[in-house]
């Protein structure tokens, strides 16, 4: 979370109020629109839940304060002139008053609905944070392979990114197979094991992508035609 976003970096405007967009930061729906000024931009950090500046009322407000449906700070972003924020949160709840997930759904919407089929808040993985990693192994293929591990995966070409991802993919299956044998008190290191060797995986199988100039909305285009049939 970008929590060194501070008041004298807010291009406010003249009430002393910004537009803030709470976005769910699971899968990227918009869920609200509403102003904050600097007191509701302190508390919100401070507290790590989201508070506005009611408009209405004069006063700051805590969202969720009445209802419980609160909304729990992931990350805080200023847009390019400064005067936006966007603010992506785990909701508890529904977002609008209507009982709605979103203020932009329509009203007898349900209020898990995101998608055809939407997979309910509490169950979601969060893999869209994955764009976060793709965009960061793309700046790298621009970097001095001397500092930075994955230009230099990218400079040694597919032999040297694939070598990794048949490394890391075997290292998944033992990592598994440990976990598979382990007694209930040897679980939790299994467990941290198997998941440090499929993020090391999924890294490095990007990296490969981006050595072959393949953007990974294709394979996510495959998956989802895969679905359909």
Known sequence: ??????????AWGPSGLVPGVAQDASDGRVLMVAYLD?????????????HFHSRSRDRLWRKGETSGNVLQLVDLALD???????IQVNPAGSTCHR?????????????DAAAPKAT????RQGFDWLETLWATIDDRATADPAT???ARLLAGGVD??????TEEATEVLMAAKDD?????DHRDATRAALTGEVADLLYHTLVLLRERGLRPATVIARLRDRHKG
């Open 1 to 10: 979370m970008d929590a060194g976003i501070a008041g004298s970096e807010v």
């Open 38 to 50: 600097s007191e509701a931009l302190a508390a919100t950090l401070a507290t790590g839940e989201v």
């Open 80 to 86: 390019c002139d400064g005067d936006a924020l966007l």
């Open 99 to 111: 009982g709605t997930r979103s203020c932009f759904d329509p009203p007898d919407s349900p209020a």
């Open 120 to 123: 309910p808040a509490a169950a």
């Open 148 to 150: 930075s591990y994955t």
């Open 160 to 165: 040297a990114a694939g070598r990794k991802v």
């Open 180 to 184: 598979a044998v382990a007694t209930l």
